[in-house]
């Protein structure tokens, strides 16, 4: 590597980051654009920042090779310019062409550095693009032998002006291409013919980070954006994994001198020590002086370096309008969405996962959640439906809510179909809230056709996997006819955590606090049967033993008179993990198992105690669902998982 | 083809000569190529991970950085052996995965000339070809040199086959 002249990776991770924030960028402004569409005028800042953003990646595709993203940005480039220059109308068509352009760079970018493969149709599309252009350059040279002011420089092409009719007809004729073109072209989502109604999807773009909602602030938006930008500056994740990485030692540090000075101070307490502690006394209390202030300041320093990790929420949302206004148009909705606290910290590992939930979730809202146009007028609603996406801290957590106004959960079509895909009985009585439980049950859908927008029956129970595996808790309000409140609630960040440590066997365990309920001692006549599994029962519920040191199959002699059991909560259920004794609580710094050692069952990562020792954390959630599929606890207790 | 494929190795290192990290295992000498050799240590605690793959004998803290620790003999389908004052842990740098891996002892870094380097046999008994890079003869010694990103790689492999076979 280092015998090459330059390092071309590191160009490519920078390339990638670059274009990923200037097609989300492209995508706002076609989203704002969009808007002007009725009026046939297209701000002349949208489009200029578009052609910027083009151009960029025109420039740094070309520095790397990438030519045929070079190529595709430049035609594009082209018909911004048209666009600029007023060569060519605002409408539709035409937005809908650039919408689909923008899609077919997105596809290149990733073919380029490798991602995926190159897209299909694009010859296709370049051909028609090439058309397009061309067709307009001809038409607007031939206007300007008539009207050389519409027009910035560019020589009369010598023919004939037209007459006003001819160049009406024409335009029309063009414009009816235009959006046949788009049609065909898009290689996403289904597009509706250019004679509907434009839809007023996503109206509101979303907010410039850090500048609150100003909705009027159009060109502001733009400008705030750069000026924050300019205090910025990029930094590799790793780099901060590796400070993070040696904040953690310290941490780790910390607490191990802090438990010296206190047992130094102990002793020194005890009298029967000999005379010489008339000596050592005043080093002791500095000693434990110095360790608090350490403390404190690795405390400080923790507490920075996860801010610095620590990015907007909104780098997630920013893809949202887009896919809110791709459904919407697909499934022939009306649907606004309104983003608000896009500037709501949270870790960047979090951010990174937890748009793909999000994002269905979204969809799940336009697709079942809004109803048709004509259907909220009957009801009485405006036709245009609303979805808000809100984001905002609460002490340690930061919590995501999305909600429409829309029809809300049938909850007897999910009896029906829960009946008939032998979920529960004919006969069963649920509350409203265990039939809201259902819709997460894997395979379950209600939507009568599968659309490819949602209904395939993946959905809900992988939303709720996902936001479980960031330790989120995911929860669902529906209210019949006045839609539906989904929930998402995330701790700020993942890389330290409280933690109950456990000893089973010869190795020590932590279990994160958070999943942990309380922890008790059973003695054996406690702890029953039931169908050969070992459960207690804890204040009138019967709760299933899951015993750690059989699970990790690590041998070892079962204690005949007690168990010492420690109480974590998964999805409202209870399961007692049993283990040899308990060993105290303490912070600690997850660090994940090398890949080469695989996905262990159980286990979520490791962490580096005091003493240098190594303690595997134990992964609640993945323990529960294993032992649970592999017949080591009864679904009679626990069938919720 | 083995030729060919011997030349391409022959011209990863630099000079005439294979520099070698030697050890031993099994009765039996190899050796790895000493840019893949970040440090050798002696025997540390080794945390087990439970439902590991056989092979995997664990994780060790290698100041403050976790290090997943890989019998070689098991690895190789060899008898476990007792940790005796000689075991050593080689710990490698591939790219970037940092494993280390447990051999019985380890002798002397060697310069194997070019020419004394030959084709691994076809079979050879307990151990899957694909990771050894040829024979080196050192007088009356033969080092077998191993190609530990060829180790590790099907390393994972394996890894991963257990894993699906837990899920199921």
Known sequence: MSDEPFDKEEFVAYFRDEAEE????????????????????????????????????????????????????????????????????????????LFSGRDFLTDLVQAAIGQSAPPSGLNEFTGRLDQFVAIYNETSNVIEGKAPDRGEGGSPAGSEPMNEAEIAAFEAEIERMLAEAAATATPAAPVVPAESAPAPAAAKPAPARGNGESADAKKGAAQGKRSSLAQTIRVDIDRLDALLNLVGELVINRTRISDIATTLGRLMGDRALNASIGLIGPLSKDLADSAALLARTTNEIQESIMKVRMVPIGQVFDRFPRTVRDVAKARGKEVQLQISGADTDLDKTIVDEVGEPLMHLLRNCVDHGIEAPDERERQGKPRMGTIALNAYHEGNQIIIEISD??????????????????????????????????????????????????????????VKRNITKLKGIFDVDSAPGQGTRFTIKLPLTLAIIQALL???????????????????????????????????????????????????????????????????????????????????????????????????????????????????????????????????????????? | MMAEQREEKKQQYSGETFQVVSFRLGGEEYGVDISQVQEIIRMVEITHVPRAPRFMEGVINLRGQLIPIIDLRTRFGMNRADHTKSTRIIVTDIGSKRVGIVVDSVSEVLNIPVENVEDAPEMVAGIGTEYIQGVGKVDTRLIILLDLSKVITSEEKQALDSVDEAAE
Do not use: W
């Open chain 1, 405 to 462: 106004d829309g029809g809300g959960i049938n909850l007897d079509k999910v009896r029906a179909k829960a009946i008939k895909n032998g979920l529960i009985g004919t006969e069963d009585r649920l509350t409203d809230r265990e039939l809201i439980e259902l819709i997460f049950t894997p395979g379950f859908s209600t939507a009568e056709e599968v659309s490819d927008v949602s209904g395939r029956g993946v959905g809900m129970d992988v």
């Open chain 1, 502 to 641: 456990v000893r089973v066997v010869d190795e020590l365990y932590a279990i994160p606090l958070d999943s942990v309920i309380e922890s008790q001692r059973v003695e054996m006549p406690d702890v029953r049967t039931v169908h050969g599994s070992e459960v207690i029962t804890l204040r009138g519920q019967v709760v299933p033993l899951l015993r750690i040191a059989d699970f990790f199959e690590l041998g070892g002699e079962r204690d005949p008179e007690k168990v010492m059991i420690v109480i974590v909560g998964l999805q409202g259920r209870q399961v007692g993990l049993v283990v040899d004794s308990f060993e105290g609580e303490q912070e600690i710094v997850i660090k994940p198992l090398s890949d080469v050692v695989g996905r262990i069952p159980g286990i979520s990562g490791a962490t580096i105690l005091g003493n240098g020792s190594i303690s595997l954390i134990i992964d609640v959630h993945s323990l529960v669902s294993d032992a649970y599929a592999g017949g080591k606890v009864t679904r009679a207790e626990f069938s919720g998982v």
């Open chain 1, 22 to 97: 200037l097609l989300q960028q492209i995508d706002g402004d076609l989203l704002r654009l969009e808007e002007f569409v009725d009026s046939g005028q297209a701000d002349p800042e949208i489009v200029n920042s578009l052609f910027r953003a083009l151009h960029t990646i025109k420039g740094s595709s070309g520095m790397l090779g990438f030519t045929e993203v070079q190529g595709l940005a430049h035609k594009l480039e082209n018909l911004c310019d048209l666009l600029r220059k007023e060569r060519m109308p605002l409408s539709e068509g035409s937005v809908e062409f």
